[in-house]
């Protein structure tokens, strides 16, 4: 089943999402409330619910790593199966597509400068792609390995995820040099050059991105 839409914080997966920005916001904060109810008399089943969903990342720049964020608007996820036993279940089957182009901050001069000084620096306009292809753990907590293609290159990515009463939290890192992302970090980081300088007065925007994707998960029990 292929699943498409745009919308401001969109979801499910992956991990993907890699990028700066000319801002001194603080990043997205996310609570994770792992306290479920869990009732194995009953049988239930959960389907994706990719409006409420949404993907964020954390960018840092300055030598004291402040903390910039964003999320994407639009994605592509192909499931393999429509409904799925359990919110695991749901990682194995899926596969997704990030378009960067749609990357929002609730500021487009600052969205432009990313396209423009940093996604279009990278092979595709930065188009991220991937799937998960190791999912460890139980209907609360786990992680395992997922595979990003980006910039023409493919790498296998360790993630964490935290399963709560609306769905999966998943949280990872990303560093944009082993991706051969350093002629984007140093285009981005030399046109925001004052706004990446800290109080040493160094200008700097480190290659990790850290990512959260809340997949929010529709659960139905007989």
């Known amino acids: 089943m292929m699943i498409k839409k745009g919308l401001n914080y969109l979801g499910a997966l992956l991990?993907?999402?890699?990028?700066f920005s000319c801002s001194s916001e603080d990043g997205p904060q996310i609570k994770v409330d792992v306290n479920?109810?869990?009732d194995e008399s009953k049988e239930c089943s959960y389907t994706y619910n990719a409006d409420s969903s949404s993907l964020n990342w954390t960018a840092f720049k300055t030598n004291d790593r402040v903390a910039v964020g964003g999320s994407f608007d639009s994605l592509e996820v192909v499931l393999l199966e429509k409904e799925f036993t359990s919110p695991t279940q749901m990682l194995e089957s899926a596969s997704f597509k990030v378009y960067t182009s749609s990357v929002f901050t609730n500021n487009s001069i600052?969205?432009?400068t990313l396209r423009n000084y940093f996604f279009s620096k990278l092979d595709n306009e930065g188009l991220i792609t991937g799937n998960f292809k190791i999912v460890e753990g139980d209907d609360q907590s786990g992680g395992g390995v997922v595979?990003?293609?980006l910039n023409g290159v493919k790498r296998d990515v360790g993630y964490e995820y935290a399963v709560d009463i609306d769905g999966i939290s998943i949280k990872t890192q990303i560093n944009l040099v082993s991706f051969s992302g350093q002629e984007a970090v140093q285009s981005l980081n030399k046109e925001c050059d004052e706004l990446h300088k800290g109080a040493d007065g160094i200008s700097k925007l480190w290659p990790e991105v850290e990512?959260?994707?809340k997949v929010v998960l529709d659960k139905k029990c007989d």
């Open 147 to 149: 595979s990003i293609d």
């Open 36 to 38: 479920v109810d869990h």
């Open 110 to 112: 600052r969205d432009n």
């Open 15 to 19: 991990l993907i999402a890699l990028v």
């Open 211 to 213: 990512i959260v994707v």
